[in-house]
């Protein structure tokens, strides 16, 4: 099983380009997440998931919108890129809805995206 | 502001000591706490969950949780060399009727022979 797979691993951009970073999990699970890592800054939730069919902002939305398409797909889009999205970018999933509050997270190995 | 604290480091140590890895946190109602480690150039890999107040052991690795400091530790026995790497402390804390996870800035830690 491939758990979490997140799409490119590698990205640069112009300031002002859009694009969809693609995360898939196959584990069945409920939950997804999207974070963004900036050094110093630790990982900053940017939406989530609770179940298929919702999704709800987290601490940093601004700039991003977020497609669940299906239980196993959860999509991030960058309508209009800015330098300060630079960043890496990690796609996470949770086994139950995250209405349960014992929930460890299942990580895909990231997107490096750099914007100029 | 909900907020999840850890010294950033680096916490140097021996091989074969004990690491002592610490996070302290804001919302009291938070109901679960993870600790997760983070190679350089890695995604986080979950290592240890603690529910309860107390002491929970898995191999080398102790999570101690403190509802009432609002404080959770993570002890590593006996460090190796492959333990250098980022620990991430996870706190969830409920909102609108979900529990999302909190994440600190993370503890670099240096085992050295």
């Known amino acids: 099983n491939a758990g979490v797979t997140q799409t490119p691993k590698f990205q640069v951009l112009k300031t002002g380009q859009s694009m969809t970073l693609q995360c898939a999990q196959d584990m069945n699970h409920n939950s997804m997440y999207w974070y963004r890592q900036d050094p110093g800054m630790g990982l900053r939730l940017i939406y989530y998931s609770a179940s298929e069919g919702t999704t709800d902002k987290g601490e940093v939305p601004n700039g991003y919108n977020v497609s669940r398409l299906n239980k196993r797909e959860f999509s991030l889009r960058l309508e209009s890129a800015a330098p300060s999205q630079t960043s890496v970018y990690f796609c996470?999933?949770?086994?139950?809805?995250?209405?349960?509050?014992?929930?460890?997270?299942?990580f895909g190995d990231g997107t490096r995206l750099s914007i100029l | 502001q909900k907020e999840v604290e850890q010294n950033s480091g680096p916490l140097s140590v021996p091989e074969g000591a004990i690491a002592s890895l610490n996070c302290t946190y804001s919302?009291?109602?938070?109901?679960?706490f993870f600790w997760y480690r983070q190679y350089s150039g890695k995604s986080p890999e979950l290592i240890m969950s603690i529910y309860s107040n107390g002491d929970k052991e898995d191999g080398r690795f102790t999570a101690q949780l403190n509802k009432a400091s609002q404080y959770v530790s993570l002890l590593i026995r006996d460090s190796q060399p492959s333990d250098s790497a980022t620990y991430l402390c996870?706190?969830?804390?409920?909102?609108?009727?979900?529990?999302?996870?909190?994440f600190g800035r993370g503890t670099s830690l240096i085992v050295h022979p």
């Open positions: 996870a706190v969830t804390e409920p909102s609108g009727g979900s529990y999302i996870p909190t």
């Open positions: 919302d009291r109602g938070s109901q679960s």
């Open positions: 996470a999933s949770s086994e139950r809805q995250a209405t349960f509050s014992n929930q460890p997270q299942h």
